[in-house]
């Protein structure tokens, strides 16, 4: 073979390799959620367990945090988001130890700015034990948006109730599948494979930004992570 056609060879398969099915070239890689390596917690302990038949990320509070009631957090090192899909799979509900009202915090959070000090973030989450509830008011409140730290989910219901959060069929403790689409100040956030979304938010409050992702979740909440896909 002449050299060439060798060179042209070399290129081809470069080529082929980075290319996916559609044309277009695979995203960065981002973790697996096998391991706690590359994750920065937040007023939170993580371990590798199997939940549900699969690999997880299992993120707890820290020891004699677990009736503070405040978010946890897991920061994946080297992730930095501005716009497109996250999609992850979720399973939460209320600690053993947890107050009765507690619902189960979980879900992610994204463009979020800051590590050592965590300063601002983004967040959509799912609250599985309002899923399936005979309140009906309790249902409405499955699905949540909310912005740290100037916009807390208590905050965007008394200013615009129903706004920033919906429904969607939930149930604690097993895996829920959420896909989350970014662009610019838009999200919408699709619950277990549905076509159409069950939150869309048209400001988000941090503005065009980016950031880090973040596992997120809250101290009553027993909260799972795994399948995490970035594109």
Same mark, same amino acid.
């Given at each position: 073979m002449s050299s060439r056609k060798t060179f042209l060879a070399i290129v081809a398969a470069v080529v082929l390799v980075g290319a996916t099915p559609? &044309? &277009? $070239?695979?995203?960065?890689?981002?973790? @697996? #959620?096998d391991t706690t390596q590359g994750l920065d917690l937040v007023t939170a302990q993580a371990e590798?367990?199997?939940?549900?038949?699969? !690999? =997880?990320?299992? #993120? /707890?509070?820290?020891?004699? +945090? /677990? @009736?503070d009631d405040h978010a946890i957090m897991a920061v994946l090192k080297g992730t930095k988001f501005h716009d497109g899909t996250i999609e992850m799979d979720v399973s939460g509900a209320p600690r =053993? *130890? =947890? *107050?009765?009202?507690?619902? &189960? $915090?979980?879900?992610? =959070?994204f463009?979020? +700015? &800051?590590?050592? /000090?965590?300063? @601002? $973030?983004e967040c959509f989450y799912v !609250?599985?034990?309002?899923?399936?509830?005979? *309140? +009906? #008011?309790l249902r409405n409140h499955s699905v949540q948006y909310q912005e740290y730290p100037d916009f807390s989910w208590h905050q965007l219901r008394d200013d615009a109730p129903g706004v920033y959060e919906s429904y969607a069929d939930l149930v604690p403790g097993v895996w829920t599948h959420l896909k989350l689409e970014v662009s610019g100040v838009k999200a919408k956030l699709y619950v277990n494979g549905a076509t159409q979304p069950s939150l869309i938010v048209n400001d988000l409050k941090a503005g065009d930004s980016s950031g880090a992702i973040a596992l997120w979740s809250y101290t009553s909440t027993e909260g799972y992570f795994s399948n995490l896909q970035v594109r």
């Open positions: 559609s &044309g &277009g $070239f695979a995203a960065p890689s981002v973790p @697996k #959620l590798v367990v199997t939940w549900h038949n699969r !690999r =997880a990320i299992h #993120l /707890s509070p820290l020891p004699g +945090q /677990s @009736k =053993a *130890d =947890a *107050d009765p009202t507690s619902r &189960g $915090f979980v879900g992610l =959070a463009r979020v +700015q &800051g590590r050592d /000090s965590i300063t @601002k $973030f !609250r599985p034990t309002n899923g399936r509830s005979s *309140d +009906q #008011l």
